[in-house]
């Protein structure tokens, strides 16, 4: 029944909602889905290799799949197959593979926060959720949470007219109950048919990997912080729940690792990121000037820590992630070492990432490091592997600070 509503409601929110799904298109046409999903797609070898099995146990899986008609389209490049990511993780729970939720099974809201602009928020977020989902190992289930107005993340995301959602923001999901009489959008014409819950799922926007999704922002979603000042007056601290409640805690069964990308400001909608994070990564580019930010924010952090409804207590680790380094010539080393000096090397990554044109290319073309190969010719060869061994470093450190805290 709930499936069969659904249905309805996706026919009208796609089109009354047409020019939000037409921004995020606009904006994906530029990216052939077909050159990324080929760029992604792992030979037997390696699918066999990342998941820990033989070739001939590998193809008695395939050969099963293939007789039930599930595993179909796979792409022949001379005597070469290539599985896509969506057959890749067909097998794999066809296999029975034990994913993170089956082995580690804990959770984690992870904030990659700063006060300063440019450090690298997005790039991180949007990079390092992309390396976690792409490998196959434990097949972590993300999802990225835009919640910077300016909505760099969606162009990400590669909206399917045919499985096509509504697309509502973080916000809107947050401010729906204050904002019955307004137009901002049609939550409220859909929400007794279907529950909140099924309207944040819907709003979780498929990408390139069959295990992300992305929770888009659009500009509108400024109004977060002044609405938060007016109507919440004295308390409004108290709004700072509704990040946690009303969007996370709604689709935190269906995801391992949520991402959270804040805008570089320190108001409201950062408080409700805090409110809900238990890790917090700060991105830094060792400059002066971005350190000197950095700094400021640091000063401000515990107070509104102890401010927020939680007090801060969900938090169970934060690190400095250095971002935007520049190798060459030791050119940042001075700044480096001050910075380890100032927080303590316990309170930050041990790998960086370095500065490589592949970060700009990538998010100019709507991709991540991690989906471009060099063949594409977007990139030096160099630029591009030096990035995606970066980010995989910085992944693999990730999963460990993660699986050294309990998370939720
Ligand atoms: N490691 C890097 N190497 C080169 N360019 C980078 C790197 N990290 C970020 N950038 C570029 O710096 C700019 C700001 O990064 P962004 O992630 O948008 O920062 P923020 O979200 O903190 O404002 C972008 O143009 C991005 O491509
Ligand atoms: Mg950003």
């Not at 993170?100 to 904030?111: A, E, R």
């Not at 709604?250 to 890790?279: H, K, N, R």
Request: hydrophobic share 40%.
């Amino acid at each position: 029944m709930i499936l069969n509503a659904l249905e309805k409601v996706k026919a009208a929110v796609t089109k009354t909602l047409r020019d939000r799904v037409q921004a995020v298109l606009d904006a994906s046409v530029k990216n052939d889905v077909n050159v990324v999903n080929e760029n992604l797609a792992l030979a037997k070898s390696e699918l066999a290799a990342a998941l820990g099995v033989s070739r001939p146990t590998l193809n008695a899986a395939m050969d099963e799949l293939t007789a039930s008609g599930e595993l179909e389209g796979i792409i022949q490049k001379g005597n070469r197959y290539l599985l896509d990511l969506e057959h890749c993780h067909l097998i794999a729970d066809h296999m029975k593979i034990k994913s993170w939720n089956d082995s580690v099974g804990s959770k984690h809201i992870i904030v990659d926060v700063n006060m300063k602009g440019g450090t690298g928020k997005s790039t991180v977020s949007v990079n390092m959720a992309a390396g976690l989902s792409y490998g196959m190992t434990e097949r972590k289930r993300c999802l990225l949470i835009d919640l910077d107005p300016q909505g760099s993340d969606r162009n990400f995301s590669q909206p399917d007219m045919e499985k096509s959602k509504d697309i509502l923001t973080a916000v809107d999901l947050m401010l729906a109950d204050y904002e019955k009489d307004e137009d901002y959008n049609d939550y409220h014409k859909y929400v007794e048919r279907v529950g909140h819950k099924a309207l944040v799922k819907m709003s979780c926007q498929p990408t390139q990997y069959p295990n992300m999704d992305i929770l888009a922002s659009f500009p509108l979603d400024d109004r977060f912080n002044q609405f938060v000042f007016e109507h919440f007056k004295d308390d409004y601290m108290s709004a700072m729940s509704l990040l946690k409640e009303r969007v996370i805690d709604q689709v935190i069964d269906d995801y391992d690792l949520i991402f959270i990308d804040c805008p570089p400001s320190m108001g409201p909608i950062v408080w409700s990121a805090l409110e809900a994070a238990t890790g917090i990564i700060v991105p830094v580019t060792p400059k002066n000037l971005d350190w000197m930010a950095t700094v400021t924010f640091f000063q401000q952090l515990p107070k509104r820590l102890a401010q927020l409804p939680s007090k801060g207590k969900n938090l169970q680790w934060f690190k400095i992630l250095l971002n935007n380094v520049d190798q060459e010539h030791s050119r940042d080393s001075v700044m480096v070492s001050e910075i380890q000096n100032a927080v303590g090397a316990e309170n930050m990554f041990l790998r960086v990432i370095d500065r490589s044109t592949a970060f700009e290319v990538a998010s100019q073309n709507f991709r991540t490091v991690i989906d471009i190969r060099p063949k594409d010719d977007l990139v030096n060869p160099k630029q591009l592997s030096n990035a995606k061994d970066c980010i995989n470093n910085v992944c693999r450190e990730l999963v460990s600070i993660l699986k050294s805290h309990p998370g939720v």
